[in-house]
């Protein structure tokens, strides 16, 4: 059972380029969430998808986009990184959108020069 | 604003004693709680939760204290071991708004010492 899994773990780019940071669940979850972590600064919400075919922002999501693709599935898009987007980023995903324990991925480390 | 945060960055304590770790939430509508262990490299793992129509909730020894009044949280950790030793985040959502969202404090490192 892989749980929520992450790619890639690790990622250089460059100020300006594009990527996507894929995440899928095998648990048959539903709400799906993207953080990162920045040293002191905790674990901030940057969008979820309470359901499939809902997404809503959290508490930083400038800069990103993302994309509830299936029930599986819930990418992140940076569409012109910036230095200020270098940090962890961690998917989650739990069985009901207001309740219950969130399942975390190992984490996707994006360094941006 | 919705506001979770934590008393103290670091805890240090000696192996077998109890910890105590604090969280402070601003969200007065707050009705669900969440601690989450997290060690060095790794995702968060789940600890241990609590709604807001209880007090106290007991795990394997651990415990998570509930206080509405002052709007706090704790997470007391028996008999401290040295694979406690971890980041400690409490994170919130307001179950009854039915939004999923869940947020999280800043966290404390929790040292233990042999």
């Known amino acids: 059972n892989a749980g929520v899994t992450q790619t890639p773990k690790f990622q250089v780019l460059k100020t300006g380029q594009s990527m996507t940071l894929q995440c899928a669940q095998d648990?048959?979850?539903?709400?799906m969430y993207w953080y990162r972590q920045d040293p002191g600064m905790g674990l901030r919400l940057i969008y979820y998808?309470?359901?499939?075919?809902?997404?809503d922002k959290g508490e930083v999501p400038n800069g990103y986009n993302v994309s509830r693709l299936n029930k599986r599935e819930f990418s992140l898009r940076l569409e012109s990184a910036a230095p200020s987007q270098t940090s962890v980023y961690f998917c989650?995903?739990?069985?009901?959108?207001?309740?219950?324990?969130?399942?975390f991925g190992e984490g996707s480390r994006l360094t941006v020069l | 604003g919705e506001s979770v945060g934590l008393h103290l960055p670091t805890l240090s304590v000696q192996e077998g004693d109890n910890s105590i770790i604090n969280c402070a939430y601003s969200?007065?509508?707050?009705?669900?709680f969440i601690w989450y262990k997290q060690e060095s490299g790794k995702g968060p793992q789940f600890i241990i939760d609590?709604?807001?129509?209880?007090d106290k909730r007991q795990g394997q020894r651990v415990t998570v204290l509930l206080n509405k009044t002052v709007k706090h949280l704790s997470l007391q950790i028996a008999a401290t071991q040295p694979g406690d030793s971890a980041v400690y985040f409490c994170?919130?959502?307001?179950?009854?708004?039915?939004?999923?969202?869940?947020?999280f404090g800043q966290g404390t490192t929790l040292q233990v010492k042999p």
């Open positions: 998808s309470a359901s499939e075919g809902t997404t």
């Open positions: 969200n007065s509508a707050s009705d669900y």
């Open positions: 989650a995903s739990r069985k009901r959108q207001n309740t219950g324990e969130l399942f």
């Open positions: 609590i709604r807001s129509n209880m």
């Open positions: 648990m048959n979850h539903n709400s």
């Open positions: 994170a919130e959502n307001t179950w009854a708004s039915n939004t999923g969202k869940l947020i």
